[in-house]
């Protein structure tokens, strides 16, 4: 059976874009792995420093002078308590910005300034975000090395990529809908809460829940409000002092003792831990939110 | 302006106040045998030297057109004609795009809808609309969307089942769905999502009811489901049809309105238009000639 000529020279074509097709494929290949690569070995060599500190008691004792003896605990609800309060802010502030500007802004200079910062926000150092809040949040407003004054500046440093995300979520929802809303005699804003905000509440809670993964790690704006390194006790409100897990293994791992050292190879596993189950549970709250918007 | 319309029969007087209460019995027993001059029924809904914009091009250019009450109004034409806008226009939807604008009169029983005080959004609950693509809201049951229009108006259902059964009975959807009533809208075909947005307008007990081809997404078995149940809703709405199936526009409308360029061509009862249009372009349309 003979091929007819034009088909085998698509063949032959096909043939011809092959080699370099696959090189690239490969490249892409090696710059995916390497860095995966990179990351297993820290990982890896952090989880076998810290091998022998890795139990119960690390993460349920306070801080102490002796290594063997020292624990998380204080950090570990520090950043919880910090993660949870810096959400609670961002959350409303962030949508409703996005909101506004998706919504409700007409296009205008302004509002493309304000675009445009946006974007430039996002980039910004993050001690530059903790100078701020050591001046507006501690300073001006009074709050002191409060847990208070650490979520407002993480808050702060998050608003970027929690007013980007939700807009493009906000995007997503299909014009056909508004329609569909206002034609039922609907106002724009119960449009937005009845029809809007559903559909792109999956987007936004997942954006806003991969920068607090990000934010998990940032120490240099929670040392420049004052967060304490050493701290004997839990906050009780959102007033008090505090610590957070980057700021322990900042701590540690500035000591001389090597017990300290693995003390802060065991804290970074557990700092590790805590982003994925938050990362886990942006993907879960996603698929679940998602099954309940039913294409 | 010229209006262009077709010499039907008596001129019709565009009313002055209020409806007249005239053809709405005899509306009912002329069934689907076409009006003539004494059961022709009064002008539900009147559009005056209508003008619409999007941006800088005009989509209406100056329509004047009667939609009767309890009648159905077919509204033809190539893509482009201003059918959509014009429909659009009818419930102010037309201006929800930005860059839309609207000249001219359009009145609802005698009273100006683009008037100042008028509420769009109240309008809405009287002129309701279906569109082309079924489009059900996804984060909503299939009762949940038939209530949709009073929970997003902000009102108490008192009893929504029974609203919720009535208005999906009304559009012939109820059998095929009472036992999955809490399950999304999405797992039904084309032609129920299409009839559950039709449920949706209809719960809200509008006095016209818009549908911008209804039909144009939906199969053939579907489509005929969909203009059997415009046949029934005629005894009860005014219903104004956008379609580009011309033989849709013969099945189901009493009246109907050529649309070409943004003018309104030809506007008569449908079994005239269809066999005797009086205008050239009219006719080079439905014979196929363009379009």
């Not at chain 1, 490249?27 to 500190?53: E, Q």
């Not at chain 1, 802004?105 to 903790?130: D, F, H, K, Q, W």
């Not at chain 2, 109907?256 to 066999?275: I, K, N, P, W």
Request: charged share 20%; hydrophobic share 45%; proline share 7%.
């Amino acid at each position: 059976m003979s091929l007819p000529i034009s088909r085998t020279r698509d063949l032959a074509i096909r043939r011809a874009e092959s080699a370099p097709q696959r090189a690239f494929a490969a490249i892409g290949l090696v710059a995916l792995v390497l860095p995966l690569l990179l990351l297993l070995f820290l990982f890896g060599s952090s989880l076998v420093d810290a091998w022998p500190r890795l139990d119960w008691s690390f993460l349920t004792s306070f801080p102490s002078r002796k290594p063997e003896s020292a624990g998380i605990l204080p950090a570990l609800v520090g950043t919880t308590c910090l993660m949870g309060l810096t959400a609670v802010i961002a959350i409303p502030v962030g949508l409703g910005a996005a909101l506004y500007l998706e919504e409700y802004a007409r296009p205008s200079r302004l509002t493309a300034l304000i675009e445009l910062n946006i974007g430039t926000l996002a980039g910004v150092p993050s001690i530059l975000y903790g100078l701020l809040g050591l001046e507006v949040f501690a300073r001006v407003l009074g709050m002191g090395r409060s847990l208070l004054a650490g979520a407002c500046t993480l808050a702060l440093l998050l608003l970027p990529m929690v007013i980007m995300a939700s807009r493009e979520a906000l995007r997503t929802v299909p014009p056909s809908l508004r329609e569909a809303s206002y034609a039922l005699g609907a106002d724009k804003w119960r449009t937005l809460r009845g029809v809007v905000l559903p559909m792109c509440l999956p987007g936004v809670l997942t954006g806003v829940i991969l920068s607090l993964a990000r934010a998990i790690g940032e120490t240099a704006p929670l040392i420049t409000i004052g967060a304490l390194t050493y701290v004997a006790f839990l906050p009780d409100s959102v007033h008090s002092e505090f610590t957070a897990l980057p700021i322990q293994i900042f701590n540690w791992v500035s000591r001389p003792q090597a017990g300290f050292h693995v003390n802060a190879a065991a804290g970074i596993i557990v700092l590790v831990a805590l982003m994925l189950l938050l990362n886990g549970v942006a993907i879960w709250l996603r698929a679940r939110l998602q099954r309940r918007i039913y294409w | 302006m010229d209006t262009d319309l077709a010499p039907s029969p008596p001129t019709t007087p565009l009313p002055g106040g209020g409806p007249r209460p005239t053809a709405s019995a005899a509306g009912r027993s002329a069934a689907l045998a076409p009006d003539d001059a004494a059961t022709r029924p009064a002008e539900k809904m009147t559009a005056r030297d209508l003008r619409a914009w999007f941006g800088a091009s005009e989509a209406l250019r100056g329509i004047t057109l009667p939609v009767l009450e309890r009648r159905v109004t077919a509204i033809i034409g190539p893509s482009g004609c201003g059918k959509s806008t014009f429909v659009r226009c009818l419930n102010r939807m037309h201006e929800v795009v930005p860059g839309a604008r609207v000249s001219g009169s359009v009145l609802l029983d005698g009273q100006e809808i683009y008037a100042p005080g008028v509420n769009p959004v109240r309008l809405r609950r009287r002129v309701g609309m279906v569109f082309q693509k079924p489009n059900p809201f996804p984060t909503m049951s299939i009762r949940d969307n038939v209530l949709a229009g009073l929970r997003l108006g902000g009102e108490r259902v008192a009893d929504p089942a029974g609203l919720a059964e009535r208005a999906l009975r009304q559009a012939a959807l109820w059998d095929e769905v009472k036992d999955v009533l809490d399950r999304s809208g999405s797992g039904l075909s084309g032609g129920q999502q299409q009839r559950l947005c039709i449920a949706r307008a209809l719960a809200l007990e509008p006095e016209v009811l818009l549908m911008d081809e209804p039909c144009s997404a939906l199969d053939p078995t579907a489509t005929a489901r969909i203009e059997e149940l415009i046949h029934e809703l005629r005894e009860r709405y005014t219903i104004v049809i956008v379609t580009h199936n011309m033989q849709q526009a013969a099945r189901v409308a009493d009246y109907t309105a050529f649309f070409h360029l943004g003018e309104l061509v030809e506007y008569d009862r449908t079994d005239v238009l269809f066999t005797r249009p009086s205008r050239r372009r009219t006719e080079d349309y439905i014979t196929g000639r363009f379009g």
